[in-house]
């Protein structure tokens, strides 16, 4: 596994977060669906819903309408697998 992903905002800001996708065994794969769902420091589900994929690349917008931390986890689906990836994300 790698280190945790870690995303820095601006409060007020909204950008497009994007994932590329690969197999670290170099073999070909289908991304049949992803989501996403923010979580804040309250455990409370602040945005969720389908992220946008284009070939081996997801895509989700977040705005970081309030301070604090947040947790991303993307969830991906990809022949009989379903993949879990987390992210935080700091607005400031």
């Known amino acids: 596994m790698h280190d ?3 995303l820095h ?3 007020g800001e909204r950008r497009k977060i ?6 670290c065994k170099d073999e070909s794969f289908v ?10 420091h309250k455990a409370q589900v602040v945005a969720s ?8 690349t997801l895509s989700y ?7 604090g931390l947040f947790t991303a986890t993307i969830t991906l689906i990809i022949a009989d697998e379903i993949i879990k990836e987390k ?6």
């Open 4 to 6: 945790q992903i870690k």
């Open 9 to 11: 905002f601006n409060k």
């Open 18 to 23: 994007q994932l590329d996708v690969y197999s």
């Open 31 to 40: 991304i049949l669906g992803a989501t996403y769902e923010i979580i804040d």
């Open 49 to 56: 819903g389908d992220c946008a994929v284009i070939d081996k």
């Open 61 to 67: 917008i977040f705005e970081a309408s309030t301070k």
């Open 87 to 92: 992210m935080v994300i700091c607005v400031s």
